[in-house]
């Protein structure tokens, strides 16, 4: 069972920038898919970012790209969000996600259901 848990969320200023962590308890010898998601009061969960643990190709959501940053830390496994120019529409829960261990990435970034292992979520408030 793996387990995440994220860090960093907070309140911020329109065109701020905050900095998104998620710990996890993945195993070393297996490769995931993972993925940052975010979900808005009244909206449906939606994916911002993903990419694979072993490295390849990032996936991003047209709305945030050449803002947000994926990354990880290959030794723990620690997962990060870069969030750069936050708008007020970027206001939402932010989760961490990973897919259970596979051999290769989805090829995209994927939706909600083909993720299995979920963080608790962290608070992302922008103000304009």
């Known amino acids: 069972q793996v387990q995440l848990m994220e860090s960093g969320g907070g309140s911020v200023q329109a065109g701020g920038s905050l900095r998104l962590f998620c710990d996890t308890s993945?195993?070393?010898?297996?490769?995931?898919?993972t993925g940052w998601f975010r979900q808005a009061p009244g909206k449906e969960r939606e994916g911002v970012a993903a990419?694979?643990?072993?490295?390849?190709?990032?996936y991003y959501a047209d709305s945030v790209k050449g803002r947000f940053t994926i990354s990880q830390d290959t030794v723990k496994v620690t997962l990060y969000l870069q969030m750069d120019n936050l708008r007020p529409e970027d206001t939402a829960v932010y989760f961490c996600?990973?897919?259970?261990?596979?051999?290769?990435?989805?090829?995209?970034?994927?939706?909600?259901?083909?993720?299995?292992?979920w963080g608790q979520g962290t608070q992302v408030t922008v103000s304009s």
């Open positions: 996600a990973a897919t259970r261990p596979r051999v290769r990435d989805l090829g995209t970034l994927g939706n909600a259901s083909q993720y299995e292992y």
């Open positions: 993945m195993y070393s010898y297996a490769t995931y898919q």
């Open positions: 990419r694979f643990t072993a490295g390849g190709s990032t």
